[in-house]
C-alpha cells in the first residue's frame, strides 16, 4: 500500500455538508409516513421558542443527541418521526417583540425562518413537513378547542384569587414560574395580588398523576421533583370552634393529629377569610397592618425556616376538641391560603417552626410524648418531632410515636365526630390567566344574563386581533380590553350583548399538547385524528431541560390523561422515555454585588470563598474597570454576552465537528464546559479518519460479502474481533445514551483501522485482506452515520452505494467473532493483588487455580504457606487464601 500522501485530497467539510444537506432535501429524506405497518419512533426535543439570538452551540447539546437515536432507529427499520416547530406564543416572544419595538407576529416567522436556517446546518433529520407554530391561528384554534373540552367537564374554572404579579412583565405568574420569589424571565421581585383568574383543576388528577409515575421511564431525580410537588399526604381534617362565634369554626389539615393533646395555639393565614370575622377590634389595626405588609412579600420568603418568626394576635380563640382547651388564635406569614385550608394547630413541642414562635409569643409548650431525657417543657430547647412514648391525658397514654398511633387517632376523631381522615395533596390547581397581548385567547364570552357562556367550537378560533400597541397596561386588564371590536360581541345563547374575555392563555397551554398535532399537524377539521394519534403516541423518547419537570411535564401529563378521559387519544402517559441533558457552560465575565443583586449563580474567589456575583454585560464591559472582573463558567446565555453560535462553529470547522465534540466531551447529562480546543481536536479525528479512508478507498470490494473469507491470519482475526465489538459496543451505547463512550469507540476503532493499515506497509493487501478491510470500512461508514452523517453519506456514495446511510441497515455484530479468545486475571494472596494471568476464556475453575499457582510471582509466596482455600470468579479473579 503506497505511502504516498500529496494526491489525498483534503477534508472539504464545507462544500461536503452543503452537498449533503441538499441531497437529503431533495430526496425528502426525513418526511416520516403514517404506516401503521411499520413499528414506529417517534423522538421529539422541548420545542423552542424562537428569540433573535437564534441558536447557541448549547441547544445543540440537546438536539444532536436525540438526532444519533433516530437515525440509528431509522436504520433499524424504524418508521421515524422526528418533528420540529416552535413555542411561539408568551411572555418570552413578546418581552422579545417589545424590546424591538415590532410586532410579535411579524417578529416570530422571521426568528423561526433563521433557527430553521441553523437547525438544517447542524445536519439534524427534522420532519420539516410538520412544522408547527403555537400561535399560528391554525394551531391555537385547538388549543382553544381543548380548553372548552376541559370547561364542559368541570376542569377550566374562573375565581378571585391571590396570585404571583410580576411588576416588570405586568402579568400574572403561575406558582411554577416564580422561582426563589422572583419572575422566571426577568428576575423581578413578584408581588401578590388578588384578581380574577381562569384556573385548569390539575388536583383533580392529582392521585392519577402521581400513580402514573410508575409507568414512564424518567430519571429517578424527575420523578422525585414531581411527586414532591404533587405533595400527597394523609392525615386528618379536624374542626376547631370558635369561642364567641356559635356559626364559625377553623378546620385544619394535620399529618399528626395524634399530637392534638398538645395545640396550644392556632394561626391563620393573613389572607384567611376568618381574619375579618373574628379579629376583635382592639387587635384591627395591627391585624391590618401585618396583612399588608404579608401581601407584599412572596412565598419562598414566607416559607423561609431561617426567617424570624413574626405575627400578631387576633383577640380570638378556638376550642379544642380533643381535650376543650382554648387556644389563641395568630396570623403569621408562614402559614399560606394555598396550601391545606390556610390554617394550622401549632403544637411546639414537636414542630420547631411552632417551638420558635411559642417562645417568641410566650405561648405554652406542651409535651405530648415523653422520653427518658425529656420529660417535662421546661427541659425542652427544641422540639422533639419523634420518638417518646404518648404521657399527655388522652385515651392513646403508652402509645409510641409513629404512623399506627396516627392511624388509631384518626379513627377515633371520626368516631367522636371531630374530625375525618382526609388525604391532602400540594399541589395547586394551575393558573391559565395572563394580562398578556401574545397568546391563544380564552374562548369564552361573559353575558349579563347567561353568565359564563363559551364560544361555540363552529366559531373558533377566536383570532387575536391585530394591534400596534400591546404593552402590558399594569392595570390587571389585557391589552385587549381597549380593542371595543374585539371585547364587544353578543351572547351565543340569547343573543344580548356581551363582552369577551379578554385575558389570554399562558404559553405553557400551547406546549401541553403539540407533540399530539405533530402527528396530524394539518388536519383542518380535527386537532388530530384519533388514528394518527393512536400511532405515534406515545412520544418514545423526549429529550429537554430538568428545570421543566414540575411545569411542562406536569402539565402535558395532566392534558393527555384529560383528553384520555374525554376519548379523543388512548395514551394515558405522552412521553414514555424522558431524559435531560446538561447545559453548555462558557467562561464568563462577572462582578462581586450585594446579595439581592445576585444572578444566582455565585463566583468563587481564589480562596474558594463563595461571592454574590452578577454577569458584566456587554454593554457594560467599558465601564467596569477589569481588575474588577470575576470569571466563572455560567449557562450560555445572549443576556451574558456568552453565546457562541453553530453557524460560527459549522463555517470554521463543520458541523460534523461540532457534532463530534458535543457528543464527546461529557456524559449526556452533565454540564459541558465550551472549549475550542475541544472543537479542534474534533475536527483533527475527522481529518485524519479522511485521510485514512482515503488511503484504504482504492481496497474497497462492493462485494465482499459474496466473497469466500479463507483461513484468515491472527492480524486479521483481531481486526474482525474489533470491528464486531465496536458495532456492540456502539449500539449499546446509543441506546443507554452513552454518547460520549460511542464516540471514543469510535475513535478507538480508527486506531485499530490505522495500525493495521501500517501494518501492511506498501505491498497490496491478500485477497482475504481486501475482504476484511471492506467489511471495516462499510461498517465504519454505517457506524458513523448517527454521528456525523454528512461525513458518512459522502464516504457511502464514494464507496459505490446507492441511496443514504440514514435508509441503509444499521450493523449487527456477530457475537462469536465479537467473543475473545483470552482474558487477563487477578490472582490474589489473602484478597491482596499479586499477579495478572492471561487464560483461554471459557476454562473451568480447577483450570484456573491449577494455572494460578504456577505463576512466577505466586508460587514461591505458598512454597512455606498452608493453602486454606481457592476461590476463583470464572473469567475475573482467582483468590489464594493461606495460613
Known amino acids: ?118 437547525l438544517n446546518l447542524t445536519g439534524i433529520a427534522y420532519d420539516w413537513s410538520r412544522e408547527i407554530n403555537s400561535s399560528a391561528p391554525e394551531y391555537y384554534r385547538w388549543t382553544q378547542w381543548i380548553f372548552l373540552q376541559l370547561y364542559k367537564r368541570d376542569l377550566a374554572y374562573r375565581s378571585h384569587a391571590p396570585v404571583n404579579w410580576c411588576p416588570a412583565d405586568k402579568t400574572v405568574l403561575a406558582n411554577e414560574e416564580v422561582v426563589n420569589g422572583r419572575c422566571w424571565r426577568c428576575d423581578t421581585p413578584v408581588e401578590k395580588r388578588t384578581i380574577p383568574q381562569w384556573f385548569f383543576k390539575i388536583t383533580a388528577y392529582a392521585e392519577q398523576l402521581l400513580e402514573g409515575l410508575a409507568d414512564v421511564q424518567w430519571p429517578e431525580g424527575v420523578k422525585q421533583l414531581q411527586a414532591n410537588w404533587i405533595g400527597r399526604s394523609e392525615g386528618a381534617e379536624v374542626d376547631f370552634k370558635l369561642d364567641g362565634f356559635p356559626n364559625e369554626s377553623i378546620t385544619v389539615f394535620t399529618t399528626r393529629p395524634d399530637t392534638l393533646w398538645g395545640a396550644t395555639f392556632m394561626v391563620l393565614a393573613p389572607e384567611h377569610p376568618l381574619v375579618e370575622v373574628i379579629t376583635a377590634p382592639e387587635q384591627l389595626a395591627e391585624v391590618t397592618a401585618y396583612r399588608d405588609r404579608a401581601s407584599r412579600m412572596n412565598e419562598i420568603d414566607r416559607q423561609n425556616a431561617e426567617r424570624v418568626k413574626t405575627g400578631v394576635a387576633t383577640g380570638a380563640y378556638a376550642i379544642n376538641p380533643v381535650n376543650g382547651a382554648r387556644l389563641p388564635v395568630f396570623i403569621a406569614d408562614y402559614v399560606l391560603m394555598g396550601y391545606g385550608t390556610g390554617a394550622i394547630m401549632a403544637v411546639p413541642a414537636h414542630d420547631q417552626r411552632d417551638f420558635e414562635f411559642a417562645r417568641k409569643f410566650d405561648v405554652p409548650v406542651v409535651l405530648v410524648y415523653k422520653t427518658n431525657e425529656v420529660h417535662h417543657e421546661s427541659q425542652m430547647v427544641e422540639a422533639m418531632p419523634s420518638g417518646g412514648t404518648m404521657q399527655v391525658g388522652s385515651p392513646f397514654d403508652g402509645a409510641l410515636n409513629n404512623k399506627s398511633t396516627v392511624t388509631l387517632v384518626v379513627k377515633w376523631l371520626e368516631e367522636q365526630g371531630y374530625g375525618r381522615g382526609v388525604i391532602n395533596y400540594r399541589l395547586r390547581d394551575w393558573l391559565i390567566s395572563r394580562q398578556r397581548y401574545w397568546g391563544a385567547p380564552i374562548p369564552i364570552i361573559h353575558c349579563p344574563t347567561c353568565g359564563q357562556v363559551p364560544v361555540p367550537e363552529r366559531d373558533l378560533p377566536v383570532l387575536l386581533p391585530p394591534v400596534k400597541s400591546y404593552e402590558p397596561t399594569g392595570t390587571g386588564e389585557s391589552p385587549l380590553a381597549a380593542i371595543a371590536d374585539f371585547v364587544n360581541t353578543t351572547c351565543p345563547q340569547c343573543g344580548i350583548p356581551a363582552r369577551r374575555e379578554t385575558d389570554t392563555m399562558g404559553g405553557s397551554a400551547c406546549s401541553s399538547w403539540y407533540f399530539l398535532r405533530f402527528a396530524d399537524p394539518h388536519n383542518d377539521a380535527a386537532a388530530f385524528a384519533s388514528a394518527a394519534a393512536d400511532y405515534w403516541m406515545p412520544v418514545d423518547l423526549y429529550c429537554g431541560g430538568a428545570e421543566h419537570a414540575v411545569g411542562h411535564l406536569l402539565y402535558s401529563r395532566f392534558w393527555t390523561r384529560a383528553l384520555n378521559d374525554c376519548g379523543f387519544v388512548t395514551v394515558k402517559e405522552p412521553f414514555k422515555l424522558y431524559r435531560n441533558q446538561g447545559s453548555v457552560l462558557a467562561y464568563t465575565a462577572g462582578r462581586r454585588v450585594q446579595p439581592e443583586e445576585a444572578d444566582g449563580e455565585g463566583a468563587a474567589d481564589d480562596e474558594g470563598t463563595v461571592l454574590d456575583w452578577k454577569v458584566i454585560k456587554p454593554e457594560e464591559r467599558d465601564t467596569i474597570p477589569q481588575e474588577e472582573w470575576v470569571w466563572r463558567w455560567v449557562r450560555m446565555s445572549k443576556s451574558k454576552g456568552n453565546v457562541v453560535t453553530p453557524d460560527e462553529m459549522a463555517e470554521k470547522y463543520g458541523a460534523d465537528s461540532l457534532r463530534v465534540f458535543l457528543l464527546f466531551v461529557a456524559p449526556y447529562e452533565e454540564n459541558v464546559q465550551w472549549s475550542d480546543g475541544g472543537i479542534e481536536a474534533a475536527n483533527r479525528y475527522l481529518n485524519r479518519l479522511w485521510r485514512l479512508l482515503c488511503d484504504l478507498e482504492p481496497h474497497y470490494s462492493r462485494s465482499w460479502r459474496l466473497d469466500k473469507l479463507g483461513d484468515v491470519t491472527e492480524e486479521l482475526k483481531i481486526l474482525r474481533r474489533r470491528l464486531h465489538q465496536t458495532i456492540n459496543k456502539i449500539s449499546e451505547d446509543i441506546e443507554n445514551f452513552r454518547f460520549n463512550t460511542a464516540v471514543a469507540q469510535l475513535m478507538s476503532f480508527t486506531n485499530e483501522l490505522s495500525a493495521f493499515r501500517n501494518h501492511l506497509g506498501t505491498r497490496p493487501p491478500t485477497h482475504d485482506e481486501r475482504l476484511v478491510l471492506s467489511e471495516a470500512v462499510e461498517n465504519m461508514c454505517l457506524l458513523l452515520s448517527p454521528f456525523v452523517p454528512h461525513f458518512a453519506d459522502e464516504w457511502w456514495t464514494r464507496l459505490g452505494n446507492d441511496g443514504f446511510t440514514y435508509r441503509a441497515a444499521w450493523p449487527s455484530h456477530d457475537a462469536a467473532i465479537a467473543a475473545e479468545e483470552e482474558v487477563t486475571i487477578v490472582v490474589q494472596i489473602n484478597g491482596k493483588v499479586k499477579d495478572r494471568l492471561t487464560i483461554p476464556v471459557g476454562i473451568d475453575s480447577k483450570e484456573m487455580e491449577r494455572l494460578a499457582v504456577q505463576c512466577e510471582k505466586i508460587a514461591p509466596e505458598l512454597v512455606n504457606s498452608t493453602v486454606k482455600r481457592i476461590v476463583t470468579v470464572p473469567g475475573k479473579l482467582v483468590n489464594i487464601v493461606i495460613g
Open 1 to 118: 500500500m503506497s505511502d504516498d500522501r500529496s494526491n489525498i485530497e483534503r477534508y472539504d467539510f464545507q462544500t461536503i455538508e452543503r452537498n449533503q444537506q441538499q441531497r437529503w432535501r431533495d430526496a425528502s429524506l426525513f418526511k416520516a409516513e403514517h404506516s401503521p405497518d411499520k413499528p414506529k419512533f417517534y423522538g421529539l426535543v422541548m420545542f423552542p421558542y424562537p428569540s433573535g439570538a437564534g441558536l447557541s452551540v448549547g441547544h445543540c447539546r440537546n438536539y444532536i443527541p436525540l438526532d444519533v437515536m433516530c437515525r440509528k432507529r431509522a436504520m433499524q427499520g424504524f418508521n421515524v418521526l422526528q418533528p420540529m416547530g416552535w413555542d411561539a406564543f408568551g411572555q418570552p416572544a413578546e418581552n422579545e417583540a417589545i424590546k424591538r419595538g415590532r410586532n410579535p407576529a411579524d417578529m416570530v416567522p422571521e426568528y423561526a425562518a433563521n433557527y430553521r436556517r441553523q
